[in-house]
């Protein structure tokens, strides 16, 4: 509703959350950048044991091991980093619990405060933190100082499986370009596939982000075909010296 009492700006009961919105964004780039890992880490890697071999079950296993060991450590990654920011989140939200039921006056100045300063007037910024206050004065707090909503926290374990299961589909495909074609036509094709790949997971993820999107693409393929070269070129000499 808006500040002059009218009922004109109300809000149609379907529409998304944007901080919703948001979070779901944060995923899906999250989920991205996994792919986006998985593909570069696996074709290095698979790049690398095929210059050296011709043995497919040599590539297989160095695939197969290189897959496991990258979605673990991504995972775990990502759970301790989870767990660190949400173990902070709440010792903020408890803070703030304790502050709103010892000093509930300061509290209500402080949030009046924060929309003063966001442009109201004293009275108007007033009135808004004593209605959120009334409504839900524990939330409202969370929302405005702390920026966090807290029936949305983030879980460790969802951002560990998924991160761990984006890193697998993304390593999923040099992984099968590399083994499915004649020997010969091996790294071309997984050269090919993987650049096609990261052209289009770095496109998605600078079109959620916002930015250029041309540069942001550059950038990924260029790391993707470096990776690739500097561990063929390894594979290469381990090959020919027979290591
Ligand atoms: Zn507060």
């Keep these: 509703m808006s500040v002059d009492g009218s009922a004109a700006g109300e809000p149609h009961p379907h529409e998304p959350h944007t901080e919703g919105l948001a979070s779901r964004l944060n995923w899906l780039r999250a989920g991205v950048l996994g792919a986006n890992d998985g593909i570069v880490s696996t074709a290095g890697l698979v790049v690398g044991v095929a210059a050296a071999t011709t043995e497919s079950s040599a590539i297989l296993t160095a695939g197969i091991a290189g897959l496991t060991a990258g979605a673990i450590s991504m995972a775990a990654g990502e759970y301790v980093s989870v767990s660190t920011q949400r173990d902070s989140e709440k010792a903020l939200l408890s803070k703030e619990k304790r502050e709103l039921a010892e000093e509930p006056e300061f509290e209500l100045a402080e949030l009046a405060q924060i929309y003063r300063g966001k442009g109201l007037s004293a009275a108007t910024a007033?009135?808004?933190?004593?209605?959120?206050?009334?409504?839900?004065?524990?939330?409202?707090?969370?929302?405005?100082?702390?920026?966090?909503?807290?029936?949305?926290?983030?879980?460790?374990?969802?951002?560990?499986?998924?991160?761990?299961?984006?890193?697998?589909?993304?390593?999923?495909?040099?992984?099968?370009?590399?083994?499915?074609?004649?020997?010969?036509?091996?790294?071309?094709?997984?050269?090919?596939?993987?650049?096609?790949?990261?052209?289009?997971?770095?496109?998605?993820?600078?079109?959620?982000?916002?930015?250029?999107?041309?540069?942001?693409?550059?950038?990924?393929?260029?790391?993707?075909?470096?990776?690739?070269?500097?561990?063929?070129?390894?594979?290469?000499?381990?090959?020919?010296?027979?290591?």
């Design 126 to 243: 007033r009135q808004v933190a004593l209605e959120l206050t009334e409504h839900d004065a524990f939330r409202a707090h969370a929302e405005a100082e702390l920026g966090l909503d807290p029936t949305e926290l983030t879980n460790p374990w969802a951002a560990a499986i998924s991160s761990a299961v984006s890193f697998t589909l993304g390593a999923l495909l040099p992984l099968l370009a590399i083994l499915l074609p004649p020997v010969s036509w091996r790294i071309p094709v997984t050269f090919a596939a993987v650049l096609v790949a990261l052209a289009i997971t770095g496109t998605v993820s600078a079109r959620l982000g916002g930015g250029d999107s041309r540069r942001a693409v550059l950038r990924v393929v260029i790391g993707g075909a470096l990776a690739m070269a500097v561990t063929y070129g390894i594979g290469q000499l381990a090959g020919v010296s027979g290591i």
